[in-house]
């Protein structure tokens, strides 16, 4: 979620790559926290935001849904693109970032290591003439240790310090973000900041 993240999947669907989104509809949120949980304006302009997404060259493949189509997509060497950092999945991980202990979903990792792909970290740079760059890390290295719970862990903190050292470089780019997931810590399966977590009373 650094930056106009979505960029993504425009830069590279545009160019011939066949990209496949993991993402969450703004419906499917209100009906996980309560319709009386979710602003109406903020919701009314994420539907907007969604419309939109569903114009780029992409496909949408639920994150609460089946991982068949996660599978098929990557035995055909598509690209998968998913928000490491994101809300979304039912296993996590705790890692360290920015300072503080993190609570990430552990799927894009275990991916990793069930399927043997790739993981290139991107993200997308904003320039002060309202240009962007989608910028492609080199594949990170995944942790096959034999512990499960270990190598999931050792490789989404290796995604982690790689986001970390693009938000200390560029804060303006990831401050929305963190500010939204403190404002959903109540909500959130597990808060983003492990200290969230004492500032709303989990």
Same mark, same amino acid.
């Not at 999945?89 to 552990?106: D, H, I």
């Not at 986001?163 to 403190?182: I, N, S």
């Given at each position: 979620? =650094?930056?106009?993240?979505?960029?993504?999947?425009?830069?590279?669907?545009?160019?011939?790559?066949?990209?496949?989104?993991?993402?969450?509809?703004?419906?499917?949120?209100?009906?996980?926290?309560?319709?009386?949980?979710? #602003?109406?304006?903020?919701? $009314?302009?994420?539907?907007?935001?969604?419309?939109?997404?569903?114009?780029? +060259?992409? @496909?949408?493949?639920?994150? =609460?849904? =089946?991982?068949?189509?996660?599978?098929?997509?990557?035995? $055909? #060497?598509?690209?998968?693109?998913?928000?490491? %950092?994101?809300?979304?999945?039912?296993?996590?991980?705790?890692?360290?970032?920015?300072?503080?202990?993190?609570?990430?979903?552990?799927?894009?990792?275990?991916?990793?290591? $069930?399927?043997?792909? @790739?993981?290139?970290?991107?993200?997308?740079?904003?320039?002060?003439?309202?240009?962007?760059?989608?910028?492609?890390?080199?594949?990170?290295?995944?942790? $096959?240790?034999?512990?499960?719970?270990?190598?999931?862990?050792?490789?989404?903190?290796?995604?982690?310090?790689? !986001?970390?050292?693009?938000?200390?470089?560029? +804060? %303006?780019?990831?401050?929305?973000?963190?500010? !939204?997931?403190?404002?959903?810590?109540?909500?959130?399966?597990?808060? =983003?900041?492990?200290?969230?977590?004492?500032?709303?009373?989990?």
């Amino acid at each position: 979620h =650094f930056g106009l993240n979505t960029l993504t999947m425009a830069g590279l669907g545009h160019r011939g790559y066949t990209i496949n989104q993991i993402s969450a509809p703004p419906t499917v949120w209100r009906e996980i926290l309560g319709k009386e949980n979710v #602003n109406p304006f903020a919701f $009314r302009r994420a539907s907007r935001t969604w419309r939109n997404e569903q114009a780029l +060259p992409a @496909a949408h493949i639920s994150v =609460f849904g =089946f991982l068949r189509p996660v599978f098929k997509a990557l035995r $055909r #060497n598509e690209i998968l693109c998913i928000a490491v %950092d994101g809300g979304g999945g039912n296993s996590w991980t705790q890692v360290e970032f920015l300072g503080r202990r993190c609570n990430v979903s552990a799927g894009p990792a275990s991916l990793a290591l $069930r399927t043997g792909a @790739a993981v290139i970290p991107a993200v997308v740079l904003r320039h002060e003439d309202g240009r962007h760059t989608v910028v492609m890390e080199p594949r990170l290295d995944v942790s $096959r240790t034999g512990d499960r719970g270990e190598d999931e862990r050792a490789t989404t903190q290796a995604f982690m310090d790689v !986001l970390a050292r693009w938000v200390r470089d560029h +804060p %303006d780019h990831y401050a929305g973000f963190l500010r !939204l997931r403190m404002n959903t810590a109540s909500t959130d399966t597990l808060p =983003f900041f492990e200290d969230y977590g004492s500032v709303h009373g989990h």
